[in-house]
């Protein structure tokens, strides 16, 4: 059987772009800053910050990379084209509501939006690679999550490192929170863009007009309390899974939003 995706080499495509590498520097720099750090310190707190915020960063990058090379697997070429095979978040359709939208929500409480946005031709595909590209981006947050609650479950400790241990839990965390809100079959969400392959003509055109909003649309439905609840619930549920205690997912929560404590 033939694949659906195009089989040229990828060598010289893919091309991490200095922006993607210095985030990655800058993740590793907050690591080791709350490496040996006191838990409480304030040097513990700067460095969880750095660590999960600029983690999400990456995270983020890979996210929407998983869309856009997926697409270019299929043959969209345009996405190379636009400098989304680079990593670079400075390529996305609007950095600030991609990237710093995002940051400002996770530094303020903790909570992980969708963010990024990449422009990809899914129409030009059929329905079975529409759905792949769409569910690649919370594909890459489902792997990360696993691979960040299984270091944490094996080599974490909250007696040596606690600081690190309890920021690397809580970027873990907003890989859960990212899985799931990018699922939920809201207009401009990935959860939809599964969907959409499978719904009639005329609801695709009646559901067009909310694809600007999906962001709007998803905190409007998360800002209903009993709507949150289940949210979260779900979060934890999946997230206890892993053996990693909530807390300290929690706890790198509080070091992440450093000032609440000044």
């Known amino acids: 059987m033939n694949s659906p995706f195009d089989t040229r080499r990828t060598s010289g495509s893919v091309r991490p772009s200095p922006v993607f590498l210095l985030i990655i520097v800058l993740t590793a720099?907050?690591?080791?800053?709350?490496?040996?750090?006191?838990?409480?310190?304030?040097?513990?707190?700067?460095?969880?910050?750095?660590?999960?915020?600029?983690?999400?960063?990456?995270?983020?990058?890979?996210?929407?990379?998983?869309h856009a090379f997926t697409a270019w697997r299929a043959g969209d070429r345009e996405v190379?084209?636009?400098?989304?095979?680079?990593?670079?978040?400075?390529?996305?359709?609007h950095p600030m509501l991609s990237i710093g939208l995002p940051m400002l929500f996770i530094a303020l409480?903790?909570?992980?939006?969708?963010?990024?946005?990449?422009?990809?031709?899914?129409?030009?595909?059929?329905?079975?690679?529409?759905?792949?590209?769409?569910?690649?981006?919370?594909?890459v947050n489902a792997v990360c999550a696993v691979v960040l609650l299984v270091i944490v479950r094996f080599f974490g400790s909250a007696s040596e490192h606690p600081a690190f241990w309890f920021g690397l839990s809580f970027l873990a965390f907003l890989q859960v929170t990212?899985?799931?809100?990018?699922?939920?079959?809201?207009?401009?969400?990935?959860g939809y863009g599964i969907l959409e392959p499978s719904l009639s003509y005329q609801t695709r055109r009646s559901m067009e007009q909310?694809?600007?909003y999906g962001l709007l649309l998803v905190l409007a439905?998360?800002?209903?309390?009993?709507?949150?609840?289940?949210?979260?619930?779900?979060?934890?549920?999946?997230?206890?899974?892993s053996g990693v205690p909530s807390s300290?997912?929690?706890?790198?929560?509080?070091?992440?939003?450093?000032?609440?404590s000044l």
Request: net charge positive; proline share 5%.
């Open 80 to 93: 190379e084209l636009r400098g989304y095979l680079t990593l670079n978040p400075l390529k996305y359709a």
């Open 109 to 139: 409480g903790g909570f992980a939006l969708p963010g990024g946005a990449v422009y990809v031709r899914s129409g030009q595909f059929s329905h079975r690679i529409q759905r792949l590209i769409s569910g690649a981006g919370p594909a």
């Open 248 to 260: 300290w997912a929690e706890y790198g929560s509080y070091l992440t939003r450093f000032w609440s």
């Open 178 to 190: 990212a899985t799931i809100l990018n699922l939920l079959p809201i207009p401009g969400t990935d």
């Open 221 to 241: 439905i998360l800002w209903i309390p009993a709507l949150r609840n289940v949210f979260f619930t779900a979060v934890y549920d999946l997230f206890s899974l």
């Open 210 to 212: 909310f694809k600007p």
């Open 29 to 66: 720099v907050g690591g080791a800053v709350a490496w040996d750090a006191e838990v409480n310190s304030v040097r513990a707190k700067a460095g969880v910050f750095v660590l999960v915020v600029f983690g999400w960063i990456v995270t983020l990058c890979l996210h929407e990379f998983g």
